[in-house]
Every structure is written in structure tokens, then in C-alpha cells.
């Protein structure tokens, strides 16, 4: 019987001290993580319109032959530059050839017969009837002759603009007819950006006015300048066309290239920003920082919606608010609710 009440103290015990145990495991503190914060504030910027457009050449012709024939010949590829007056391609001459050399000699053969007639009629021993046919006929004759050798020089092709060629459309051996284009190309030593910008934002643009053109493809931001403003809005979209024209010496910026265009307005606007250092991602790209609660000492996750780079500062649409404290360093180490200690 004793036996017995010692082994029931003893699983007591043993059962008493496993619970707290586990208590005291479950009670351990996270450790307070280091950050870097820093207060969302507002700022005052210049407003900005922020655009996206195609870019075009500046000049853009379509080129096709004046005849029909055969493409015997092909001088250049897509993507190639070409000068003012280069050689694009030809057609095969030989009909043409053949048609002029009979024009000649239909020309040489009425040209002895109006000598022959013009000495009668200048001894009055033709009618003026007879020599006005003949010299009716020697006009006819050249202008046949005019007429083929036209023909035969329009067989070649030649650019009439220097610039890129963009496309070809036509290989050797095809049968191509009048005025079919064949081959496209732009002139791209000044390029144009093609936008539309919102009726509401038209009052801010004026022609002339400078804008920054962000290639993204090139990873460059150049000048430009509106030479084009729309007078009539789209019926679908309710925007305006405008053109910003871009100096390209380098021959980088191509047609069909996307840019972003942004057009300061001369007016400021405040805007709430945080350092840029302060955003982070997640594997949905879903923009995101950190916000302290100071009188919990605990880093609360909070989407937002970035606008537009200010220097080292980026631009909050929504999800913060002014005076609010941010993680701008150690928030890699966060997940929402860690305790942190702010170190400065």
C-alpha cells in the first residue's frame, strides 16, 4: 500500500513538471529584431504628366517601281542604313531594254525622212499639210522614245531619303506590278514619340514644350520636344494625339520602340514619399513596406502603390499615411508582426 502512494507522487510529480516545461517553452520572447526607419513625409514637386508612346521616323516613305517585271536584284536588308540616291533594288531590264531600241530607231528612221521633207519645203515644193504631218510624226517619235526610256531607268530603284530600312517585302525573282510597296524606310536621324494625353491634362501642354523620353529598351532618357498637338479628341478614349520629336544622332532609338514621356507642367503638387530603399517586392511583385507601431515595437506588412522616382525618394499613391514610420533597413529579416528595435 505505501509502495502504491509513492509511485502515485512520483507520476504527479513527474506530470507536474513536464506541463511546466512545455509553459515555460512556449512563453520564450522573440528576440527584438534591429531596423532603420525613417517618417513618410511630404514633399512639394514639380507636376508632371507621365505618358507612353510608340516612336516613329521622322520621314517614312513606301517605295514601290513605276513598272512591272521581274525583282532580279536586292541591294539591301532590313535593319540596314541607306543614303539619299542608294540603289535598293532593280527589276529585270530586258523588255524595257528592247522596247527603247526600237523607239530609237523609229526616231532615227522619221528623223531622215523630216531632213528629206524639210529641204522639199523649204523650196516650196511641199504642201505645209504634208510637212506638219511629218513634223507631227517626228514629235510623236521622241516622245515614244522619251516614253521607254523612262521606263527602262524606272527598272531601278533608288531611296529617296537616307535612313534605316525597315522593312522588305519582296525577294529576288518575285513579279511585282506598278506601284506595289516593296520596301519601307524612315528616316531616323530625328525621331517622334506618338502619345495620347487625357482631355482633362491638355490645358498643362503647349507646343514646344520640353519633355524626357525614357527608352527603356536602350535604358537611356533623352530630350525632346511637342511639335504636334491633335485639335480633335479620340471618340473611343476621350484623349488627344500629341508628338514629341526627338534628336537621334546616334541612330539608337528605332521605330517601334516603346518610350515613356514625361512633360513638366510649370505647377507643383505635394506628394507623399518614403526613401526607395524602403520597398520591397513579393514573388507577385506586389509592392510592399514595412510600418512600425512604436508603442508595440512590432513591423506591420503594408502594400502600397508607388508612383514616380524623385532622386532616392519614391512617390506613395496609397497605403500610408504622413508621419507614419517606415523600415528602411533590417526589413529584409521582417515578417509581418516582428518585434523590432529601432536603432536609428
Known sequence: ????????????????????????KNDVTEPAIPVITAEASKIKSAKEISLSGNIEGNLTVRLGFMVAGKVNFIAVNEGQM?????????????SYAIAKELADIQVSQVQDEYSRLKLMHDSNSLSESDFAKISYGLQLAKAQQKLH???????????????????KLCEAGEITGVGIPLFVVSDIRKVKVSAYIPENELHNIRMGQVARVLVSSLNRTFD?????????ADVASRAFSVKIEVDNPEMLIRPGMIAEVRIVTGQEKELLVIPVTAVLHDLNNVSY?????????????????????????IEVTTGISPEE????????????GSPVIIIK
Do not use: W
Open 224 to 232: 525632346g520636344r511637342i511639335i504636334e498637338v491633335g485639335s480633335a
Open 325 to 336: 514610420i517606415i523600415v528602411t533597413g533590417g526589413q529584409q529579416k521582417l515578417v509581418d
Open 82 to 94: 541607306v543614303s539619299g540616291g542608294q540603289l535598293l533594288s532593280s527589276l529585270d531590264p530586258e
Open 149 to 167: 526610256t523612262k521606263n527602262l531607268a524606272d527598272t531601278k530603284l533608288y531611296s529617296p531619303i537616307t535612313g534605316v530600312l525597315l522593312k
Open 1 to 24: 500500500m505505501i509502495h502504491k502512494s509513492i509511485s502515485v507522487i512520483l507520476l504527479t510529480s513527474l506530470l507536474l513538471t513536464g506541463c511546466q516545461t512545455k509553459k515555460d
Open 289 to 313: 513596406v514595412f510600418v512600425v507601431d512604436t508603442l508595440k515595437n512590432t513591423a506591420f506588412r503594408r502594400n502600397i502603390s508607388p508612383g514616380m522616382l524623385i532622386d532616392d525618394q
